[in-house]
């Protein structure tokens, strides 16, 4: 069963989503809330799998809130709800280290399946919201970015490479297998692995990670079409 947190402050989606995550038999809402200072308990209490939250709330908002909650819940995945695709808004949340994003008028199908899809999965932002993402980010000139910090962590082989290229352009395990011609649990090892090279708790993480580090060019275009 994963359990679900709900942290949205306009009551009638926030009402919608409960009822669409209450009714699969493997998803349970543990509860909702309408701010961060809100949440931050109920997260403590139920330990849920997946914090689904607005990024515009009143007092802090969805990246901070993003941030508290990976910083004392590791385990937890948080998937961030916006209205808007400002990169700064993208590459904040994202460095705060939300597992995706979603649209507030995604399909609930799509909801459910990034409920669903493990850390290692696609990345759940929209492809046009990926572009964005990817085109706004550039080497960081920060001299501890990851590149620097972790030292021989990012030392990447010529095929993690290859499949962080594929994990740029958006693709899960299963699609990067087939892109390698390689079996799905072989294509899971490798994101994995460049995950914890990256130090990432996602495949967005990763990323993000590669391409501030400036591990990682990927256009938008390249985003797009996929």
Do not use: W
Not at 11 to 22: K, Q, S, Y
Not at 51 to 70: C, F, K, Q, S, Y
Not at 158 to 180: N, S, T
């Amino acid at each position: 069963m994963i359990r679900v947190l709900v942290v949205e402050d306009e009551r009638t989606l926030a009402d919608a989503l409960e009822i669409a995550i209450g009714a699969q038999p493997d998803l349970a809402c543990v509860g909702a809330a309408a701010t961060v200072e809100a949440a931050l308990p109920l997260v403590a209490a139920h330990s849920p799998d997946v914090v689904l939250m607005d990024i515009h709330l009143p007092g802090a908002n969805g990246i901070e809130g993003t941030r508290r909650i990976g910083a004392a819940h590791p385990r937890t995945r948080v998937l961030l709800l916006t209205a808007d695709t400002d990169p700064g808004q993208l590459v904040a949340g994202t460095s705060a280290g939300a597992a995706g994003f979603l649209v507030k008028d995604s399909a609930f199908p799509t909801v459910l399946a990034a409920i669903r899809a493990p850390a290692e999965g696609p990345m759940y932002v929209e492809e046009s919201t990926l572009g964005i993402l990817v085109a706004a980010l550039g080497p960081s000139s920060d001299e501890t970015a990851p590149s620097r910090r972790n030292g021989d962590r990012t030392r990447l082989t010529a095929r993690e490479r290859e499949v962080l290229q594929l994990m740029g352009r958006g693709l899960g395990p299963r699609a990067i297998a087939e892109q390698l011609v390689v079996s799905p649990h072989t294509a899971r090892g490798h994101v994995k692995r460049v995950m914890a090279k990256l130090g990432a708790h996602s495949q967005l993480e990763a990323v993000v990670t590669a391409a501030r580090s400036g591990l990682l060019r990927v256009s938008a275009q390249e985003s797009r079409e996929h």
